[in-house]
């Protein structure tokens, strides 16, 4: 939690430092996302299949994100698209973060 809070605060200075040379600072916060790595951990598919059952009983949307989803967040705020969006924390988690 402290190194999210200390990027967010980064994020926050950079945007007025930075804002001279036309570089926006955002930070993408990815909630659970269904990767591989569980499975490298030693845990057998049953306790992967309930660590990610309990953990999705949290999110409101009831379910991991995609790295495909995260993926398309990190390129919404590096594209035009977002060319008015500078100091913000994206979160991509479900709605984790926000209940």
Do not use: H
């Amino acid at each position: 939690m402290c190194t999210k809070a200390a990027v967010r605060s980064f994020a926050r200075t950079w945007t007025i430092d930075l804002q001279q040379c036309g570089i926006r600072v955002n930070v993408l916060s990815p909630g659970y996302t269904d990767t591989p790595v569980l499975g490298k951990i030693g845990l057998t598919e049953e306790q992967i299949a309930a660590r990610k059952a309990t953990a999705a009983e949290r999110i409101p949307l009831g379910r991991f994100a995609r790295s495909e989803e995260i993926a398309k967040a990190a390129v919404f705020l590096a594209s035009e698209d977002s060319s008015y969006v500078a100091g913000i924390e994206l979160f991509v988690d479900g709605g984790f973060a926000q209940i």
